[in-house]
């Protein structure tokens, strides 16, 4: 904050010794005014410039102070900057499971979608928790990703391997047993 004030000070003043030289030239090559029946020999001489009292100026606009080049803070990395996209979801059959990548053949677009398997992926198979080992070709599946560094991380895969048996649908309150009341 001293040094923006130092700097400000010294600009002032490099404004004010410009200014006064100036004014010196535009009173030197002025035509000399005089009052009519009056000769410039009469007029009193103006005094020189180090003996004239400066004019005060304002102080200067709070624009024209010079900006540091950094932000003050810096900032660190983050992965939004990698990954510029929002997480996507595909949807389709299972076409491979190799090492650490799904390769599923998505419904929407016909294509084979590829994407890593990390330690943080949420797998589930058949409704349950699972890796990726227990994942089979052909199944459904549907899957939530983004980019990573030019990569498709999967974040969740869902799967129903084939021949596995669909979720029961919970049956409506009207159709279930009765429970008979006991008397206490």
């Known amino acids: 904050m001293a040094g923006a004030a130092m700097l400000l000070m010294l600009a002032g003043c490099e404004k004010r010794e410009a200014r006064a030289p100036m004014r010196e030239q535009e009173m030197a090559s002025a035509p000399e005014q005089s009052e009519p029946g009056t000769t410039s020999e009469s ?33 660190e990395p983050d992965d939004t900057a990698a990954s510029p996209t929002q997480p996507r979801q595909v949807s389709g059959e299972v076409l491979a499971v190799t090492g650490n990548q799904l390769h599923v053949l998505s419904a929407a677009e016909g294509q084979d979608v590829r994407m890593l398997i990390i330690s943080g992926t949420e797998v589930r198979v058949d409704g349950r928790p699972a890796t990726l080992a227990e994942i089979r070709e052909g199944g459904e599946v549907r899957a939530t990703y983004e980019i990573a560094e030019g990569e498709p991380i999967a974040l969740m895969v869902e799967v129903r391997n084939p021949g596995a048996p669909r979720e029961p649908e919970e049956q409506p309150l009207l159709d279930q047993p009765r429970i008979p009341k006991s008397d206490d």
Do not use: K, N
């Open 43 to 75: 007029r009193p001489t103006p005094p020189p410039p180090a003996a004239r009292p400066l004019p005060r100026e304002a102080p200067p606009a709070r624009a024209e102070t010079p900006r540091p080049t950094e932000p003050p803070a810096q900032r």
